[in-house]
Structure formats: structure tokens, C-alpha cells
């Protein structure tokens, strides 16, 4: 009897511990380094760019969520969000940043998401200014398709291209952001001067990772957000370390076209912190002269501007950096680190063409983990 009841408490712990351990979803989870958490994880390519996005959920075995339903809901939203601030295409029944272009003086009335979207970039355009310009303008769209069509040229070749340079200094642009109507009436926008255009992509990955996180936060769950290696957003505690913290490695910019890459440091993130990078590493060319023409334009001077090759900010909202990281790369690194300095709860590091790496006041106490041996 004996024998039979401990034969019995063994196979009911094991049915326990197995049960315990049981994959919530093996196509998309991975046992974690940590006994009873999964590591679930699933890429989208194709959106928002070249970079794919991906999001990891950290489960415990106290979890109860549907894996699957959760990324499907990420990906519907991935998929409007990227419909509506595409600009070189159109898509049925969808007003979108394309169609606004082509609309000429006449309004165009939005759904709600993208009319809160170019609304949100709108009120923070004036945020960061030198001498008296926005470093951020949604308005610069004449000015960046000009670039866009170099670095897309016929006439390049491995990757040097001619410069737009006569276009660019001798044409004239309508990139005044005042004269964009917003009638919240009726969710519409109007352009009031001819040739005008807008630009979402200083800031569409930061704004719809909020979006994305916002809906998981919703489910009280960890993840880590991964838009494109320039946007990240950790929520909730880590059950896979000890200090409930995300461990991540900051790319170090190189103008190779090599797929693979070094970090130049890793960072540790808590709970609601984005991570959002601008650089000169992504969409570039050169010139005849070899020197590097980037995709972030100087609304003061309409060439690629910045003295870094890569500033990553730190803080809550994702959206609002990725706007800030914009304007602070163009700003001289003295002036950033100021700005920086000077925001509460903001941090930042910058990564130089000789390889120095400058941090703002805080930023090791708060972030750094450590730097590659």
C-alpha cells in the first residue's frame, strides 16, 4: 500500500511538473533560460522599411494568454498603421499620407488613427528649434523625395551616386508646416500652398510601437518591441532575469554593406522605457567624392545634416523620441547633450565617426550594463 501511494504522489508530481512546463504555443515559444518561462517571439518583414519588426513575450507558467491571438492582433495593427503612412502607395477605400499628397489644396478627410497621427506630430514640430527652425517638419516631404530619387537613381552605381545638388540649392520648396489645415470637425486635412507634401517616417515606427504597446499593456504582459532595430519598447517585468530587466545591445554604425554587425554596448531596460536610435548607417549613398549622403535631412540647410553616426534616446514615449531623436542628431553633440541634460527623465549616448561614445548625465547610473571586451 505503501509502494503504491508513493508510485502514485510520483506520477501526480510529474503530471504537475509537466503540466507546469507545458509550451503555450510551440510554433511561436521557447523555454527561456528560467525554469517555467517561455520566450515566445514573431518577425514581420516588409513594413515600416526594410528592418523587420519583432516582438517577444515573456511568459511564466501563471500566464494565461492566447499567443496566437496576440500576435495576430499586432500584426492587423502593424498592417493599418503601415497602410496609412504609406506615401508611395495607394490602397482601396484608404485615405492615406499617398493620397493627401495627390490631393493637391483639396481636403482630405482621415479616419481617426491617422488624423491623430499627423495631429500628434504637428503639436510637437515645434519642440526642439535652433536659431528659430523646427529640426522636425512632417512638411519636408518635397525636400526628402528629392533624396529618396537620388538614392533610388538609374545612375548609381554600387551605391555612389550623383548629387542633387543644383535641385536642392537652387529649387523652392513648400515645406511651411503652418499651412496644413487640421479641421478636427471633421478629421480633414488641406494643404494651403501648391507642392506641398507630408512625411511621416521621422517618426511611424516610434508612434505605432506606442500604439503596439499600448494594446499589450492592456493585457499585462512582457515583451520586448523590436521596430527595425531603431525603435524598442520593453513592458512589464522580465520573469527571465533575476532584476526583472531586459538586456539589449546598441548596433555600432558601420557603412558597410556587410549583414552582419558589432554591438558597441549593452544596456539594461525596466519596465516602460523606449530606446529609439537615428543614424547615418541606413539609407545612404555616396557621393562622387566618396562622402556620405544620409536619409536624415537639416531643415535649415535641405542636405543631410548631424555629426554622429548614431545618437539612441532614452525615456517613456516612443512616439515623442522618435521625434526627438531626429532633431537631436542633427544638432551639434554639445547641443543635444544639453537638450538631453536638461529634459527630466531622458537619457542619451553618442556613437562618433572616430569611435568615441558620449553619454548624457545619467545615463550609465541608469542604463549601461556593459561594454563589449
Not at 520566450?39 to 516588409?46: D, E, F, G, N, P
Not at 553619454?359 to 556593459?370: A, G, K, V
Amino acid at each position: 500500500m505503501k509502494k503504491f501511494c508513493l508510485i502514485l504522489l510520483l506520477f501526480s508530481l510529474s503530471l504537475l511538473l509537466a503540466c507546469q512546463a507545458k509550451n503555450p504555443n510551440p510554433e511561436y515559444c521557447a523555454v527561456g533560460q528560467t525554469d517555467g518561462v517561455f520566450v515566445c517571439s514573431k518577425t514581420w518583414s516588409l513594413y515600416f522599411g526594410p528592418t523587420p519588426i519583432s516582438l517577444k513575450l515573456y511568459l511564466s507558467i501563471e500566464d494565461e494568454v492566447e499567443v496566437e491571438a496576440i500576435y495576430e492582433q499586432v500584426e492587423s495593427l502593424i498592417v493599418e498603421y503601415h497602410q496609412l503612412f504609406d506615401k508611395y502607395h495607394e490602397y482601396d477605400g484608404i485615405e492615406n499620407v499617398y493620397t493627401i499628397n495627390h490631393h493637391g489644396l483639396q481636403p482630405t478627410i482621415l479616419n481617426e488613427l491617422l488624423y491623430d497621427a499627423i495631429a500628434f506630430g504637428l503639436a510637437h514640430e515645434g519642440d526642439i528649434q535652433v536659431d528659430g527652425v523646427n529640426l522636425f517638419n512632417i512638411a519636408l516631404g518635397p525636400v526628402l523625395s528629392v533624396w529618396h530619387d537620388a538614392r533610388e537613381s538609374s545612375q548609381c552605381v554600387d551605391n555612389v551616386c550623383p548629387i542633387p545638388r543644383d535641385t536642392i540649392d537652387n529649387g523652392t520648396f513648400a515645406t511651411d508646416s503652418s499651412k496644413i489645415l487640421l479641421n478636427p470637425a471633421n478629421q480633414s486635412i488641406t494643404f494651403l500652398e501648391e507642392g506641398m507634401a507630408i512625411d511621416l517616417g521621422g517618426y511611424g515606427k516610434g508612434y505605432v510601437a506606442e500604439v503596439i504597446s499600448d494594446y499589450l499593456d492592456t493585457l499585462s504582459v512582457n515583451y520586448l518591441l523590436n521596430a527595425g532595430n531603431s525603435n524598442l519598447k520593453a513592458g512589464g517585468e522580465n520573469p527571465d532575469r533575476e532584476d526583472g530587466h531586459y538586456y539589449i545591445g546598441l548596433i555600432e554604425p558601420n557603412l558597410s554593406e556587410s549583414l552582419f554587425f558589432d554591438f558597441y554596448t549593452y544596456l539594461r531596460i525596466p519596465d516602460g522605457i523606449s530606446i529609439v536610435t537615428s543614424g547615418n548607417y541606413q539609407n545612404y549613398f555616396f557621393g562622387p567624392d566618396l562622402t556620405v549622403y544620409h536619409h536624415i535631412i537639416d531643415p535649415r540647410t535641405h542636405y543631410p545634416g548631424g555629426e554622429a553616426m548614431s545618437v539612441t534616446i532614452l525615456s517613456e514615449d516612443g512616439a515623442l523620441l522618435d521625434i526627438y531623436s531626429t532633431a537631436i542628431y542633427l544638432m551639434t553633440v554639445e547641443e543635444g547633450l544639453d537638450f538631453v541634460n536638461q529634459t527630466d527623465g531622458m537619457e542619451g549616448v553618442w556613437y562618433l565617426p572616430d569611435k568615441t561614445i558620449v553619454y548624457s548625465d545619467q545615463f550609465e547610473s541608469l542604463y549601461l550594463y556593459q561594454l563589449p571586451e
